[in-house]
């Protein structure tokens, strides 16, 4: 296989946390005097980034209201590694794969987490709250690797639409037990391929070869 990068979201990918920031994100909601929503109410509305969800909530400061979501959420449990990811993960290292993981997590939290979980300290592991990371380490890797060698896979439309704007392959997960975004939301931001699990990833890997 040629030189290849697989960037995997981490929440809904790897990790299991979709109810407890459900819970976590209505405890912010609390604090500023808003409304509790419901999963599907937090799916729809989260279509756009975390920031504009607050902002459209009528929060004034965003930023201040996610640092405090990840101050609350883990109050409500523990996060828990999604079934079988980290054997796909040491699977696809074996075969020389790199493998990077994005979170909007802070870094320190993150690295813990993929710690906790047994992860391969190969994976490279990119967390930060600035929204505007994802776009700038990006860049950085498409310096190293063909855009057609270059795979995206995440839980929702944001990380479809992130993988659209630079022109790599989006592949979306959907499975219901742990995405954060529907079947149907997932299949009008168009990703180039449809896979219930990670698990699945290897053909898709084998089918661009």
């Known amino acids: 296989m040629r030189q290849t990068l697989l960037i995997c979201d981490w929440s809904g990918v790897l990790s299991h946390d979709r109810d407890f920031v459900h819970q976590g994100v209505n405890a912010v909601l609390k604090h500023y005097g808003k409304k509790k929503i419901t999963l599907d109410e937090l799916r729809t509305l989260m279509e756009g980034s975390v920031f504009d969800f607050y ?28 079934p079988h990811a980290l054997s796909t993960i040491e699977t696809l290292l074996k075969r ?22 047994g992860y391969p300290k190969e994976i490279d592991v990119y967390g930060s709250m ?20 270059v795979f995206y896979l995440g839980d929702t439309t944001i990380d479809i639409q992130l993988a659209h704007d630079h022109g790599i392959i989006s592949v979306a997960v959907a499975d219901e037990r742990y995405a954060y975004h529907t079947l149907d939301m997932l299949q009008r931001a168009s990703p180039h391929y449809i896979v219930q699990s990670i698990c699945d990833i290897s053909s898709v890997l084998n089918s661009r070869d």
């Open 130 to 149: 600035n929204k505007n990371f994802p776009n700038r380490v990006l860049e950085g890797f498409l310096e190293s690797y063909p855009s057609d060698r």
């Open 96 to 117: 020389n794969i790199r493998v990077a993981l994005f979170s909007s997590h802070p870094s320190q939290i993150l690295q813990q987490e993929v710690v906790d979980y």
């Open 55 to 82: 902002k459209k909530q009528g929060i004034s400061d965003p930023e201040e209201a996610f640092s405090r979501f990840h101050v609350w959420f883990r109050d409500y449990g523990h996060p828990t590694p999604i």
